[in-house]
């Protein structure tokens, strides 16, 4: 039987291995911390703009598994924000248990708190993945889904420092790149003013210290629009960001909440003396990062050169999705390109064409767009989403962009592809 | 696989050095001058120490004067000190692989002649070192001084520090030969600590003496006296390597010791984790003169003084190029 191993239990290493076992693969998920979903435990947008179709078309194309969850586990849906429509929030206390039930459930062996370290190889392929107690994970076909957050001291030099996010670094060691270790040269992201990587896009703040004007308006609408002091303004900000789909100048002379369990600060980080300055927000302290005050996490300095089936180019059996993949931002663009992987994992095993999803289909413009402006100057200063920014735009001048499940359906399966996801092919 | 490499110094009250100031950081790629994280990651980022400390090394070692309590000769050629120190170096010197630097008060730094520590007594600040007179620097310890210039603490004196901390309840068998007993009471007191079941084969060697018996008295550990290079010391080793089920083996000797020890292993085909000790010649123990730097067979350079090694690479080396 193929032995697929995944290096990342994020939104893009879970939906990897659910995929791969469902066309027949023995899976191993490889995770350095102790919990799933990797940034996912800190999101919780989901469906907003064309998230909403890649979500459809995803759920269509066979794999609805992290989509129901994220569904079930929805504190509000239907919402509007700022340029955002028909937006799910899920409640980020609930979904990471329901995620790791569903993959034990599926027999997904899930190796927590091991965190890879090197590689073994041979030739142009991969035999193991070397852990940090210098154990070896042998494997098949190899899936790489470590993201493109942090460690510290890229944080500190590309950004403000370790702001103690939920990867932990400090506690459980760094991401290393497994494509780099198998002598493939990282794609970083830049910054408008040509600096390296970006930082996250929004904070938490803990619900409990705000004002309870503020939590019945978030627990009933899931959104709370407050109004910045004038003095405080900083539309320079905007640059900094990862998420470009928030950066808009509502977001800097307002700060927008969400509820998602807690409250979603919409802005990279933000001090918190000027933070107390705002009606309500009296008490507020930081729930995450825990440095949110002073800076967040710093991301896209580590994307593996790929095509648009999601194999890792210079290596014969390595796949990559999420982030690692480009420069993506998202839970949903995350879920999208694992699943691709997973299914792709076990194609190549079998020594099959593997599987490219067509361009009239979101999913597959967007993978096939990201690869196309990741090769140009400008293009490395982008973010990629369905969410917002140039590729909504996109996916709205096109047509991509349907709201109606049964038009979203049979567009799939005049492509034939229906259900290709639920395919065991072992 | 690549190899990066590990300093025993990485995130301790002295770390960053010196090394991190010249973009010679053995551990932090940033600190090499490279554009991103590449570690081998000890707990601790170096790089991020380094610049809230305002892009300087911190606070380094340095020189102080000790006073010598008591001076014994101990076997041939052989002698041992009690230092006092403060309780905090006591402390900081109670860890097996610990070392410090000791040096006459009127001689030059060249003097300087790295000591392990036998035995550390934090409660009462003292610490006490065996050492053979072999050379310029050992001879000029001899002279009847009351007075010594120490620097410390220094940790790197083992290989293989990590499966030493790691290892309980299990079996061990600490081989010490020579001289190179006075570093193994630390392991065999922290083997104890941890819950294991020591076997100690303890060898005379050139000292012609056990002169740490003093200090093994009353340990709950079996004591074997035998010649460890004879016929009859490897027939005995390789008994208790197949039959005693060992989790970890100490080599405290030569490296000739060393390379016997791990030959007797792969013949008995076992695999205990292996430590030995640190037998490169070690001058300002700061990773800074390169006096130490050794190759590995893969073309890797390291200095010995404060990278930590995997046994089998030091010895495999040795086997090479000697
Ligand atoms: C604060 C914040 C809020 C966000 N909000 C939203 C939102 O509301 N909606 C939305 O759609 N997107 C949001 N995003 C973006 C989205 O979360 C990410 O783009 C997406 O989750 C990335 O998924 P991934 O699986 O590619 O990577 P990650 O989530 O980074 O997962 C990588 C995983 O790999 C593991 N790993 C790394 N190195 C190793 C190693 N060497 N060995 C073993 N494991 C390793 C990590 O621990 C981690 O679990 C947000 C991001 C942040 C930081
Ligand atoms: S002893 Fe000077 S560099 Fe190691």
């Not at chain 2, 010679?24 to 081998?40: A, M, V």
Request: charged fraction near 25%.
């Amino acid at each position: 039987m193929t032995k697929v191993v995944i290096i990342g239990g994020g939104w893009a290493g879970c939906a990897a291995a659910i995929s791969a076992k469902k066309a027949g693969a023995e899976v191993t998920l490889i995770e350095r911390t102790d919990l799933l979903i990797g940034l996912g435990n800190v999101g919780g947008i989901m469906r907003n703009n064309g998230r909403y179709t890649a979500t459809e078309e995803n759920i269509a194309l066979g794999a609805p598994e992290l989509f129901d969850v994220t569904d079930s586990c929805a504190r509000h849906k239907n919402i509007e924000f700022p340029g955002h429509k028909h937006a799910t929030l899920y409640d980020v206390t609930q979904v990471e248990p329901t995620v790791r039930r569903l993959l034990k459930d599926k027999g997904i062996n899930i190796l927590f708190e091991s965190r890879a370290i090197d590689i073994i190889k041979e030739d142009k392929k991969i035999k193991g993945i070397v852990l940090s107690d210098k154990s070896v994970i042998y494997g098949d076909v190899f899936i790489e889904t470590t993201g493109s957050t942090g460690p510290m001291g890229n944080c500190l030099k590309y950004g403000n420092g370790c702001s103690m996010c939920i990867l932990r670094c400090p506690s459980f060691g760094p991401r290393i790149s497994i494509s780099k270790r198998a002598g493939v040269e990282d794609i970083l992201g830049k910054r408008g003013d040509e600096s390296y990587g970006a930082f996250s896009g929004s904070c938490k703040l803990n619900k409990d210290s705000l004002s309870a004007e503020i939590v019945e308006k978030l627990n009933k609408e899931g959104v709370a629009v407050l109004r910045i002091p004038e003095e405080d303004i900083n539309l320079g900000k905007l640059d900094i960001k990862v998420c470009q789909q928030y950066a808009l100048k509502e977001f800097a002379e307002n700060i927008v909440l969400l509820d998602t369990g807690h409250a979603k600060l919409m802005a990279p980080f933000y001090p918190l003396e000027k933070l107390r300055k705002i009606k309500g927000l009296e008490n507020a302290r930081y729930e995450d990062p825990y440095a949110g005050g002073k800076a967040n996490s710093v991301r896209y300095l580590s994307i593996a050169p790929r095509n648009n089936s999601m194999k890792v180019r210079g290596v014969d059996n390595l796949l990559c999705a999420g982030e690692k993949s480009g420069l993506f931002v998202g839970h949903t663009e995350a879920i999208a390109t694992g699943t691709l992987a997973g299914h792709n994992s076990v194609r190549l095993s079998l020594g099959v064409p593997l599987l490219e999803l067509p361009r009239n289909l979101a999913i597959g413009d967007i993978i096939a767009f990201a690869n196309e402006q990741i090769i140009t100057e400008e293009g490395l200063k982008k973010r990629y989403t369905f969410a917002g920014s140039e590729f909504f735009q996109r996916m709205k001048s096109t047509g991509l962009y349907i709201t109606d499940k049964e038009e979203i359906k049979r567009k799939i399966s005049r492509v034939n592809l229906l259900g290709i996801y639920n395919e065991k092919l072992i | 696989m690549k190899y990066r490499l590990e300093c025993v110094d990485a995130g301790s009250e002295y770390c960053p050095c010196y090394l991190a100031e010249t973009n010679n950081c053995i551990t932090c790629s940033h600190l090499q001058g490279k554009q991103f994280c590449d570690c081998e990651w000890r707990g601790t980022c170096i790089y991020q120490e380094y610049v809230n400390n305002g892009y300087q090394k911190t606070y380094q070692r340095e020189d102080i004067p000790v006073q010598v309590e008591k001076r014994e000769s101990i076997g041939s050629n052989c002698m041992m000190l009690k230092i006092k120190v403060s309780k905090t170096l006591a402390r900081q010197l109670k860890e097996p692989g610990a070392y410090v630097f000791l040096r006459g008060t009127d001689l030059p730094h060249y003097f300087d002649v790295p000591m392990s520590i036998m035995e550390a007594d934090d409660s009462n600040g003292y610490i006490y070192i065996s050492y053979q007179t072999l050379g310029a620097k050992t001879k000029k310890l001899d002279e009847d001084r009351s007075e010594f210039l120490l620097r410390g603490p220094y940790w790197n004196g083992l290989y293989g520090l990590k499966s030493l901390k790691k290892v309980s309840e299990d079996n061990c068998l600490v081989i010490a030969r020579g001289i190179a007993q006075a570093p193994a009471i630390l392991v065999i007191k922290k083997l104890i600590k941890n819950r294991n079941k020591v076997i100690f084969v303890v060898d005379k060697g050139v000292v012609g003496e056990i002169f740490i018996e003093d200090l093994i008295d009353g340990l709950d550990i079996r004591i074997i006296e035998e010649d460890v290079q004879s016929e009859n010391g490897k027939f005995l080793i390789k008994n208790i390597l197949r039959n005693e089920d060992i989790g970890l083996v100490y080599s405290g000797g030569s490296d000739v010791l060393h390379a016997s020890v791990i030959n007797m292993i792969d013949q008995v085909g076992v695999n205990p984790n292996i430590v030995i000790t640190n037998n490169n010649e070690i001058c300002c123990g700061e990773g800074i003169c390169g006096g130490c730097t050794i190759r590995l067979s893969n073309g890797v350079r390291a200095k010995t003084c404060k990278t930590q090694l995997e046994a089998r690479k030091v010895i495999e080396r040795r086997v090479f190029d000697d």
